[in-house]
């Protein structure tokens, strides 16, 4: 089992910023891509920003140049940091990670619980 815990998130003026932690933990062997993901009220979760085990990062076009995603590998952490936040941005943020876990290394595919970040004057 891999659990992931978010933290970070809250309520934010427009035009403000906010990082968000996700920590891994259980057994496994190797993280491969970390990601974040966030769901607005009424419409589908959707992809923010994805993380390889490299470093390799790619962003929603929604959220290129104020987002910025990384990882501490060493800490089975990755974060979400956001700038320039707009009312838009307002949804829950969820984490995922996926590679292998276990006694027998297999794959694996966990989220963690959500965080709430809602952008408001």
């Known amino acids: 089992q891999v659990q992931l815990v978010e933290s970070g998130g809250g309520l934010v003026q427009p035009g403000g910023y906010l990082r968000l932690s996700c920590a891994a933990s259980?057994?496994?062997?190797?993280?491969?891509?970390m990601a974040w993901y966030r769901q607005a009220p009424g419409k589908q979760r959707e992809l923010v920003a994805t993380?390889?085990?490299?470093?390799?990062?790619d962003y929603a076009d929604s959220v290129k140049g104020r987002f910025t995603i990384s990882r501490d590998n060493a800490k089975n952490t990755v974060f979400l940091q956001m700038t320039s936040l707009k009312p838009e941005d307002t949804a829950v943020y969820y984490c995922?990670?996926?590679?292998?876990?276990?006694?027998?290394?297999?794959?694996?595919?966990?989220w963690g619980q959500g965080t709430q970040v809602t952008v408001s004057s």
């Open positions: 995922h990670a996926d590679g292998l876990s276990g006694v027998f290394a297999r794959p694996f595919g966990s």
């Open positions: 259980g057994t496994f062997f190797t993280i491969n891509a």
């Open positions: 993380i390889t085990s490299l470093g390799s990062t």
